[in-house]
């Protein structure tokens, strides 16, 4: 993903260090402009609460009416989604976004919190998943049209073609996390739960002086001091399980498996549905690997559980098959080793797959 080095310019553009009303210092727009936006929503949103849907789409569609409270903060980026938080409280967050022509959002929930969206300028288009199935429904919004949804809405936001659009997104309560999805054969499947970077999913860029936009730099300035000073990060954990392991390319892992290796994929079922499978490799989850493979093991595998078993465990990029693999090890597995760059590298060599077997 690239990021145009675009400065905004805005009258409304925030001094850091000053803090307004809701938002916390470095955060989105100036403390008069964020006072301009606290009134016009004071009516409209409670101080501490959960906001029905209705309600949030009366912000929603109220502040993308008011042109005056946002139309000079807005970044048109070529590149990249654009948006700029314009209030924030303990009872929802609203947000201001920019679209470009081929920009959207991949498919995403809201962590559990209701939301709203107004198209102030433009057009967009809204995927989702209907209510109670699997079918998806379409909608397109023009200027000032808006939709609002409970907790458990799953879309897909994009600009719905001619010139530039914008958007006022509001949610209740705040955005922390989202879940990400994948559309398989299988219909939407739960890929992954993030952090929020930003609203409407991880394809955007904050704009200049966002919390948000500083998160990544913040977090790694942190010193946890609650943690034992022997304590090792998960980075000092996975080079030391590398130190005494085998890590195969794809290709070397394809020729032991005609030497009687077993490809072990402890990728979850919602993950080899988006991804694909390895004909032939063995399917035994992360969560009970070491009690499929330990030789002492009540709930072993008697053909694959023994020390000269060649095991080679597979993931998705190879991150989790090392801690896996050396855990094996450690179980006394001393052929166990791990494809290093997991099923995507293999893929990428170009080897054997097929589509994930659908249950049922
Ligand atoms: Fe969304």
Known sequence: ?????????????????????????????SSERQRAIAEV????????????PVQLRAVTAGLAARRDLWADLVVRDPDVRWYLPLHRSNSCDVWLLAWERGQDTDWHDHGGSSGSFAVAEGCLVEQYRAPGGRRIARRRLLALGAVAFGPAHVHDVAHGGGGSATSIHAYSPPLVTMTCYSTTGCGLIARETVAVVGPEGARGRGGADTALADASASAARLTP??????????????????????????????????????LVDIRPLEQRIAEGEVPGAVIIGRNVLEWRLDPRSEARIPALARADAQIIVMCAEGYASTLAAATLRRLGLRGAADLDGGFQAWKAAGLPTRPAQPPG
């Open 225 to 262: 001091g609650s943690l034992p000073a022997d304590a090792p990060s998960i980075d000092q954990l996975l080079a030391e399980a590398r130190s005494g392991l085998t890590r195969l390319r794809p290709e070397a892992a394809f020729a032991m498996l005609t030497d009687g290796a077993v």
């Open 41 to 52: 929503l004071g009516c409209l949103v409670p101080p501490a609460g959960r906001l029905a």
């Open 1 to 29: 993903m690239s990021a145009a080095t675009i400065t905004p310019s805005g009258a409304g553009a925030q001094q850091r260090g000053r803090a307004g009303p809701g938002l916390q210092p470095g955060w989105g727009v």
